[in-house]
């Protein structure tokens, strides 16, 4: 599929969540579940230092008994998250979630500032309309209606 990401981002919207390394993980869950997102970025001075994930909490929170109420998201928050060009397709951007095993991909712009944060839930969802879209002008075609 040849959508630039960009393209994506423009229906979807842009907006990008974040938290500083310094806030709970209690703070950063109820961030994530109020605006019904999974992942939150960590930005530090305008630096993106790291991605907070809800599997980051069950593997890295629950699952050694840390007390998320006083644990810092820069103590178990996945560092360095890869990022991919507001240019890159659709199909490119499935390849690297699936390969590297992401849900979530920080997309850059120009000068590689961040301009979005999409999904796998995002792509699949592009990509199931893409199709429907494709499937209906066939029937039409298909049945003389077009």
């Not at 919207?13 to 500083?20: K, P, R, S």
């Not at 869950?29 to 001075?45: A, K, P, Q, Y």
Request: with cysteine; charged share 25%.
């Amino acid at each position: 599929m040849q959508t630039p990401l960009s393209q994506i981002l423009e229906k979807k919207g842009a907006e990008i969540f974040d938290v500083t390394s310094a806030t709970t993980v209690t703070d950063a869950v109820r961030n994530m579940n109020s605006h019904g997102i999974g992942c939150l970025l960590v930005i530090d001075e305008g630096r993106t230092v790291g991605i907070f994930t809800e599997r980051d909490v069950l593997t890295r929170v629950i699952e050694p008994g840390r007390d998320p109420s006083t644990t810092p998201v820069g103590e178990v928050m996945s560092k360095d998250p890869v990022s991919i060009d507001h240019e890159a397709t659709l199909e490119e951007a499935m390849a690297v979630m699936r390969t590297r095993r992401f849900r979530h991909l920080a997309v850059t712009g120009a000068g590689g500032k961040l301009c979005g944060m999409l999904s796998i839930n995002d792509l699949t969802g592009w990509l199931v309309e893409d199709r429907q879209h494709e499937i209906d002008q066939l029937v039409n075609y298909i049945s003389g209606s077009y």
